[in-house]
């Protein structure tokens, strides 16, 4: 790290957009983070025990929302943003110690090893790892700001750590995870000056590793549902089953849906993993397209108030990490959405705040919370100076 600090002299900011060019306080900013976090914790828990049918899923969720709400005031509240600054690396290298774990005591399900025993429940770091990723990239140009525009040289330390996390999870395997890994680590970079060159690089790097992976790396079940993407009569009673019926529910949902508990699709049990990847389609059927609005609106007014609160951040830390934890609200909305709707291959992404899952919802609790203390910090600063 100290050789890529001598190599060019250092700026005061690493953002296209210079810190303290914008000095605003937007005290409103926690409130709405609050109020948005809970109607959509709330919204998204009637919808799970309309997907339950009966089933424990509700339940088990309905008790993991105390220890969510627990982390949410912690990180918001309890945990300076410069504690995790400090601490970032120590972070990664925690989640990556889990990652391993997982490979060496990790819980079989669905053909994947994903899950570890942590205090008497099941953990899956790879959803840890999302917020870790954001974590390290914001603390990579925290400590090493250049003047010119960054090249492959200058961010090879940053790009090897970043594999280190894609590796572990896509080895699980997980390429959904660890695809949004790698999704939020990009949104952090389009705010950063990267020379023009090393873009086109990794550009061409891509294509050749896509199709090398295709023919090398991807499993066929993942082969499967990349080719049930353009077609999903390809095979309707296999792999793709799950988006025809998902396609079907949010049809036949219409302009109005069909009512609480009385979308046919879900109370049938024709819609597979209603309680997780397709937990919006559960939505859409009962609610209809109006009702999907609103959640469209939710989740748009969040990644706003993220994105806001960047804009404000008196750091670049604080301004990436934000930027980070929208990419990441963002990225699994329209990821899962497009799931739903059977423009994007089914990997496996949850719902924030509707699918079921305890990893999940903590990850998101904790990168909420860190957007709250970003926003309080930017506030604080604010106040001090007057």
């Not at 974590?135 to 090879?156: E, H, S």
């Amino acid at each position: 790290m100290s050789s890529i600090s001598k190599a060019k002299p250092r700026a005061e900011s690493v953002f296209l957009l210079p810190e303290g060019q914008i000095k605003e306080e937007r005290s409103l900013h926690v409130p709405f983070l609050i109020g948005l976090f809970l109607l959509l914790m709330v919204v998204g828990m009637f919808n799970l025990y309309s997907a339950s049918m009966g089933e424990p899923y509700f339940m088990s969720q309905l008790l993991k929302l105390g220890p969510a709400l627990i982390l949410f005031v912690i990180f918001g509240w309890l945990v300076p943003v410069r504690h995790v600054n400090t601490y970032a690396y120590w972070i990664y290298g925690i989640i990556c110690f889990l990652l391993l774990a997982v490979f060496l005591a990790g819980h079989i399900a669905g053909g994947s090893q994903r899950w570890i025993s942590m205090a008497g429940m099941k953990l899956q770091p790879s959803e840890l790892a999302k917020v870790a990723s954001a974590i390290i990239v914001a603390r990579f140009f925290f400590t090493n700001r250049l003047v010119t525009p960054y090249n492959l040289r200058d961010l090879w330390p940053l790009l090897a750590m970043l594999a280190v996390i894609f590796g572990l999870i896509f080895e699980q395997p997980d390429l959904g995870t660890a695809g949004i890994c790698m999704l939020i680590a990009v949104a952090q970079l389009t705010f950063i000056s990267i020379d023009k060159r090393s873009i086109m690089y990794v550009i061409a790097s891509s294509i050749v590793v896509g199709v090398v992976g295709w023919f090398v790396f991807l499993h066929d079940y993942q082969k499967l549902r990349i080719i049930n993407l353009f077609n999903p009569y390809h095979d309707p009673q296999g792999s793709g089953y799950h988006s025809l019926q998902s396609l079907i529910a949010v049809g036949s949902g219409g302009l109005l849906g069909k009512g609480f508990l009385q979308g046919t699709q879900t109370q049938l049990q024709f819609l597979p993993a209603r309680h997780t990847d397709f937990a919006f389609s559960v939505f859409a059927e009962e609610h209809g397209f109006w009702g999907a609005a609103i959640v469209f609106v939710l989740f748009g007014a969040l990644v706003y108030l993220a994105l806001d609160i960047a804009r404000q951040a008196k750091d670049t830390f604080s301004g990436l990490l934000a930027v980070g934890i929208a990419a990441l609200m963002f990225v699994e909305f329209v990821i899962n959405v497009s799931m739903v709707l059977g423009i994007f291959p089914v990997v496996g992404v949850p719902l924030p705040m509707f699918s079921h899952g305890g990893s999940a919802l903590f990850t998101n609790s904790i990168g909420l919370g860190m957007l709250v203390a970003i926003s309080r910090d930017n506030v604080f600063r604010d106040k001090k100076r007057r």
